[in-house]
């Protein structure tokens, strides 16, 4: 008897089981979230991430922390994240195309399309190119003309990033003859430039602009199929005759691979829920961030497209990294 009772007993903490389960997930978050960011402080990832921080705080309910965790042109960072358990706690603040190119031409330890998406924060602040204010250097041809005798210095952000792609093209696609030059941060490149340690610089506008407006350089053009929304008076690569440098860009919000689906969810609400708080958006046009917000599958497609874009220029990207 005493055995049939410790049976049903048994039996029935087994059919509660998924249930304490399902109640367990919902508790979902209880700690703190960590941002990681690809880049240092300063640049214009780090600041979307910044600028979204507290209304994404306040949103869901946690802590969020934000980490800068530089290197190799941000697969470092990249890489942690995509290692790291699937529970929400740990996600990832990258741009595109720069995650694209860190994983098909510099080999970086993760896979882009396996990454969840959960929301895009920031686009169309696209790469510029600058010269040093007092440069005798005042167009796309006289740059490339400048280049033949010897090589022209370069500031960007690591190998792979979005200021490596546009130099990148730039070589190989107009015939400006470089030698790239790797900094932490747009910021930190942007300097570089103003300061004449390199002959030239590709990097975010926004990083670039507030030099510019200064008269400590000159950004010469854009690499976005348009003009950058928040400074419409500097023309693109295209209108100036160079349409095969040309390039989309994206600021987004990963986690690792396998997140539950009902975790994505919350995340994902919290976030929008974030960007559309009237504050944030006050903040996000102070700060000059162009938002672009995209969610879940519409996120992904956007994200896969750039990806097959990189794929294609795989071959003119990784001959410039050789070299």
Do not use: W
């Not at 053009?221 to 005759?241: F, N, W, Y």
């Not at 559309?276 to 046009?285: E, G, L, Q, V, Y």
């Amino acid at each position: 008897m005493k055995k049939s009772f410790l049976r049903s007993i048994v039996a029935l903490s087994v059919l509660a089981s998924p249930f304490s389960t399902t109640v367990a997930q919902e508790k979902f978050p209880t700690e703190p979230i960590r941002l990681i960011i690809t880049h240092g402080a300063g640049g214009t990832t780090d600041m979307a991430a910044r600028v979204l921080q507290p209304y994404f705080q306040k949103a869901i309910g946690v802590p969020v922390v934000i980490e800068n965790m530089v290197g190799a042109g941000g697969n470092i960072a990249r890489a942690f994240v995509f290692r790291q358990k699937p529970d929400g706690y740990t996600l990832l603040v990258s741009q595109q195309p720069s995650m694209s190119s860190g994983e098909i031409v510099s080999g970086g330890k993760f896979e882009v399309l396996k990454l969840t998406h959960l929301v895009n924060v920031a686009g169309k602040n696209y790469d510029c190119v600058a010269v040093p204010f007092d440069s005798p250097i005042k167009t796309i041809e006289e740059m490339k003309k400048a280049s033949q005798g010897q090589a022209l210095t370069s500031a960007g952000t690591g190998i792979g990033t979005n200021a490596y792609i546009a130099a990148m093209l730039l070589k190989q696609r107009v015939g400006v003859n470089l030698t790239y030059v790797p900094f932490n941060s747009g910021t930190e490149a942007a300097l570089a430039v103003a300061g004449n340690r390199t002959q030239m610089g590709t990097g975010a506008l926004d990083s670039y602009f507030p030099l510019h407006e200064q008269k400590k350089l000159r950004v010469l053009a854009v690499t976005g199929p348009e003009r950058d929304q928040s400074h419409k008076e500097i023309p693109t690569l295209t209108e100036l005759g160079f349409p095969q440098v040309k390039m989309d860009q994206m600021t987004g919000i990963f986690a690792p691979p396998g997140l539950p689906k009902d975790r994505a969810d919350i995340l994902i609400k919290s976030l929008q829920k974030a960007m559309a708080d009237p504050d944030f958006n006050t903040a996000a046009s102070k700060a000059k961030l162009t938002l672009q917000p995209l969610a879940g599958e519409e996120f992904f497609k956007a994200s896969k497209a750039i990806y097959d874009t990189i794929t294609a220029l795989r071959d003119v990207l990784k001959a410039g990294a050789s070299k």
